[in-house]
């Protein structure tokens, strides 16, 4: 299995181009058939064929739904299907989440709740299939990292059981918040709303992915023909690439103190690290008469050595600073934010050589929360822990 998935979303995705790219990559139609058959829904027939659009070829998927069969849904009708089901239980939880997930978007966009949602294209049937096939398939793969492409937002109106909609839909908008959008490019609806819940039920990431091996390519195909562009999405399979730490070059800076109140080391530390210190050390030392004093060092960009020194000279004793250029290297960084029981807590996000991501807690903020007798450190870290997971 591959340790990383990224969904190229070139013409955008729906659920059957999730499931039939997932299926393209995974070949694995025959045990997804058999997992089918542990829903408890009929009335349809699942068929699978290579296609082609604009001249690429891929995969198909297509529920063929008997007449009469094409009921709408309320969330709480599919979840108790799901739970009926004899599917995996990973499977059928990834499902719900999927289902859950387009429930609150479509409650907010409606100002209901979840459970008086009524589904209408999304609680057919064929909607069902195409999620739950697609969920197992992701879960065939061993639910990998996932990152996902910019997402074209297509252009005019879809039809809906509302009327006509603009384009991204509203509740696909909502649900896809903080995802990277290119509004306006392609025509008509290019996410569907089972695409977009099937993202948020992979936890995508819509980050830049880090550099994979690629081990394998699937190409799922839509049901339309677009005029500029193929209709398909691609998912890539592969494994991170061990990347060597990022590198960069900065100044170490230091002095030797032994006549001055450790009080005034507090405002020399701030104003060093306003005026662009990357970093600030007090290093307990033996000075000369023997005399115990401090070591001050500090970690300075190139350019802003003078500035930094400056603010040495005026807030300390030191009369000199000696200096010499220091290699460094580095992991790439980002910072998220993870909703909590306790609210927003930022997380910084380290990504070591081998790929994997190394999230510790932001302090100030685990300290807001401890200083509010609302949890430890240790209550707070774990919940940290468990929802950066998902």
């Known amino acids: 299995m591959s340790s990383l998935l990224y969904f190229d979303c070139f013409s955008g995705i729906a659920g059957d181009m999730t499931a039939a790219a997932l299926l393209s990559l995974t070949g694995a139609e025959k045990e997804l058939r058999k997992a089918l058959k542990g829903l408890p829904l009929g009335g349809y027939r699942l068929a699978v064929e290579r296609g082609s659009s604009a001249g690429v070829a891929g995969t198909r998927v297509h529920v063929r739904v008997a007449s009469g069969k094409g009921r709408a849904r309320h969330l709480p009708d599919i979840l108790s299907l799901l739970r009926a089901s004899d599917l995996p239980p990973e499977t059928a939880s990834r499902a719900a989440r999927c289902f859950e997930r387009l429930g609150e978007s479509e409650a907010t966009v409606h100002g209901t709740t979840p459970d008086k949602v009524h589904f209408h294209e999304v609680g057919a049937v064929d909607a069902i299939v195409d999620v739950v096939s697609g969920c197992f398939l992701f879960e065939l ?3 990998p990292r996932a990152f996902c492409s910019a997402l074209p937002g297509g252009s005019g109106e879809a039809r809906s059981a509302h009327g006509r909609i603009p384009v991204p839909g509203p509740a696909t908008l909502r649900l896809l918040t903080g995802a990277r959008w290119r509004l306006g490019e392609g025509e008509g609806e290019l996410v569907t709303p089972t695409g977009a819940a099937l993202l948020r039920a992979f936890d995508v990431s819509f980050d830049r992915p880090p550099e994979m091996t690629v081990r394998g390519v699937g190409t799922g195909l839509g049901h339309r023909e677009l005029p500029v562009r193929p209709n398909l999405l691609r998912v890539v399979a592969g494994d991170a690439v ?29 104003r060093a690290l306003a005026a662009g210190a990357l970093d600030v050390a007090i290093l307990p030392a033996t000075m000369k008469k023997s005399r115990p004093g401090w070591v001050l060092r500090l970690l300075v960009p190139e350019e802003r050595l003078e500035i930094v020194s400056s603010a040495v000279f005026s807030l300390s004793t030191a009369i000199g600073l000696r200096y010499h250029a220091c290699d460094r290297l580095k992991l790439d960084r980002t910072v998220g934010v993870v909703a909590t029981r306790f609210g927003r807590i930022r997380v ?43």
Not at 244 to 261: C, F, K, T, Y
Not at 349 to 372: F, M, Q
């Open 348 to 390: 910084k996000e380290a990504t070591l050589p081998d790929g994997s991501v190394r999230p510790v807690p932001e302090y100030d903020d685990v300290k807001r929360i401890v200083r509010s007798g609302a949890a430890t450190f240790d209550e707070v870290a774990r919940e940290v822990a468990s929802k950066w997971r998902r």
């Open 141 to 143: 793969l061993g639910a």
């Open 242 to 270: 061990a990347v060597a730490p990022g590198r960069d070059r900065v100044l170490e800076v230091e002095a030797n103190i032994d006549d001055m109140s450790p009080q005034r080391f507090e405002l020399l530390i701030e």
